[in-house]
Every structure is written in structure tokens, then in C-alpha cells.
T-cell receptor, first 115, second 117 residues
Framework: AQSVTQPDIHITVSEGASLELRCNYS??????LFWYVQSPGQGLQLLLK??????LVQGIKGFEAEFKRSQSSFNLRKPSVHWSDAAEYFC?????????????FGTGTRLTIIP | NAGVTQTPKFQVLKTGQSMTLQCAQD?????MSWYRQDPGMGLRLIHY???????DQGEVPNGYNVSRSTTEDFPLRLLSAAPSQTSVYFC????????????????FGPGTRLTVT
């Protein structure tokens, strides 16, 4: 079975600084990989996804993520954060020989932005 | 489109009571699912459905029932509420993708915060 680890429970960055959120997965083949964002009191919204092709994936709101097979990682990055980026971020991994029902979510990273 | 809607937003139950959390989507998605979100545990899949009349268990199905009589609706029933079921519940829907195909985005509802005393 696949699994996903988000090693950072909470990250604080200054507005305008760069951001990297870590995600490591475990799966024997090429996985589906996703990043979702959850604003306070809201449901989750998809930021970006990876299945195949270019290992650098662009998403909404200026986010990008890079799939690194050798490191089993799919880290999320943003060059300059805005106060509105404060939220909880979830990485998810899916088994590529199954469909939606095999998505596994990480425990999340809470992002705080300071002025 | 309203997207994925969930009712109620908040609910307090006493141990042993039963209730139904409602979920509806207007995007004609085949796939619908229920997750629970607990602090430090991420989202865990309770039950899912790949179409009307078809449901299956996820990672944490005990104490919950589902049915899917229409494409639009996917209610979650708590049969006899327990304090361990205190959680935030999210419904999600998407087009169903099979292995080897480009995955579709899951759309999430706003959640139901349930407290069992």
C-alpha cells in the first residue's frame, strides 16, 4: 500500500519570502501525486497534480511542485508568499493502477505568514 | 454550479444517537466519497461510491453506513454515535478515473463538524 509523509507539522515564513513544503511518498510504481490547500473552515482545493511527463508541475496561485523519483519526493514551492497563502496544505498519493479510491492523504502542514 | 454541498455545518449528538450527514453534488460526477479529518491524522476515507447503486468501504468504515440511490446524493449515516466519531467530515466528488489514466480533481464540500458527547 502507498503512504505519504509530510515531515513539517507547522511552518512560519515572512510575507514575500520563498516557501518549500516537503512531501515524501512510498509506492512501488509511479504514483499519482497531488497537493491540496485547505483554508480555515473550508474544504480542500486542488493546487496541482502529477501523473506523468514533466517532473516540474505548475499549479494555481503561483505554486509549483517537483517530482523527484530518486528521492520519493514531491515538494511544493512558491517563490514569494502572500498573507492569503496562510492555510493547511495536504500532499496526497494515489496508486497508479487504481482510481480515486486509493488516494492517501498526508497529515498536513500548517503555514503561518508573518508580516 | 453549487459544487459539493453538505448539511448540516455543525452538529452535536449524544452517545447512541443516530443521524445522517447529507452530501449533494451537481457536477454529474460518478465518484463520491466521505472522509473524516482528525488533528494530526490527515483525511481518512470512510466510504466511497463509483456510481448509483455501488458503494464500498474505505479505510475507516466501522460505525458508518452509506447508500447511493442517485448520482447527485451520497448520505452518510451514523448508526449509534460514539465520542470517537467526533470529527470533521468532508464529502468529495470527481469524475472516476481508472488506473493508468490522468487523474481527475476531487471537489470537496465545506465540511460538517460533528461533536459526540
Amino acid at each position: 500500500a502507498q503512504s505519504v509523509t509530510q515531515p513539517d507539522i507547522h511552518i512560519t515564513v515572512s510575507e514575500g519570502a520563498s516557501l518549500e513544503l516537503r512531501c515524501n511518498y512510498s509506492y512501488g510504481a509511479t504514483p499519482y501525486l497531488f497537493w491540496y490547500v485547505q483554508s480555515p473552515g473550508q474544504g480542500l482545493q486542488l493546487l496541482l497534480k502529477y501523473f506523468s511527463g514533466d517532473t516540474l508541475v505548475q499549479g494555481i496561485k503561483g505554486f509549483e511542485a517537483e517530482f523527484k523519483r530518486s528521492q520519493s519526493s514531491f515538494n511544493l514551492r512558491k517563490p514569494s508568499v502572500h498573507w492569503s497563502d496562510a492555510a493547511e496544505y495536504f500532499c496526497a498519493v494515489g496508486a497508479s493502477n487504481f482510481g480515486n479510491e486509493k488516494l492517501t492523504f498526508g497529515t498536513g502542514t500548517r503555514l503561518t505568514i508573518i508580516p | 454550479n453549487a459544487g459539493v454541498t453538505q448539511t448540516p455545518k455543525f452538529q452535536v449528538l449524544k452517545t447512541g444517537q443516530s443521524m445522517t450527514l447529507q452530501c449533494a453534488q451537481d457536477m454529474n460526477h460518478e465518484y463520491m466519497s466521505w472522509y473524516r479529518q482528525d488533528p494530526g491524522m490527515g483525511l481518512r476515507l470512510i466510504h466511497y461510491s463509483v456510481g448509483a447503486g455501488i458503494t464500498d468501504q474505505g479505510e475507516v468504515p466501522n460505525g458508518y453506513n452509506v447508500s447511493r440511490s442517485t448520482t447527485e446524493d451520497f448520505p452518510l449515516r451514523l448508526l449509534s454515535a460514539a465520542p470517537s466519531q467526533t470529527s470533521v467530515y468532508f464529502c468529495a466528488s470527481s469524475y472516476y478515473f481508472v488506473g493508468g489514466k490522468t487523474p481527475y480533481e476531487q471537489y470537496f464540500g465545506p465540511g460538517t463538524r460533528l461533536t459526540v458527547t
